[in-house]
């Protein structure tokens, strides 16, 4: 399967919490996505401890900043031909 939005989350730079399946796992290592165990979805603390990490640090909300992390981690030749190579 492909994580669809989670695609539009990036190009909104936007901070993204997902569960931990495999179609996630290529995205785990980007800045400002966090994963959840699937287990642990319907776990309002465990959710709500990603949630206080993200708002607990303004710098994390902040899309330019978001933006730069993720363009040197992710938008390099040779990171997004291991990302395809490693799907």
Request: charged residues 25%; aromatic residues 14%.
């Amino acid at each position: 399967s492909s994580p669809l939005k989670l695609y539009e989350y990036l190009v909104f730079n936007k901070p993204i919490i997902t569960t931990r399946v495999p179609c996630t796992k290529p995205y785990l290592d980007i800045p400002y996505v966090w994963s959840i165990k699937e287990e642990d979805i319907c776990s309002p603390s465990k959710l709500k401890s990603i949630v206080d990490t993200i708002f607990s640090d303004r710098k994390n909300l902040n899309a330019l900043k978001i933006y730069h992390s993720r363009y040197e981690s992710m938008f390099t030749w040779s990171e997004r031909a291991s990302l395809i190579w490693n799907s």
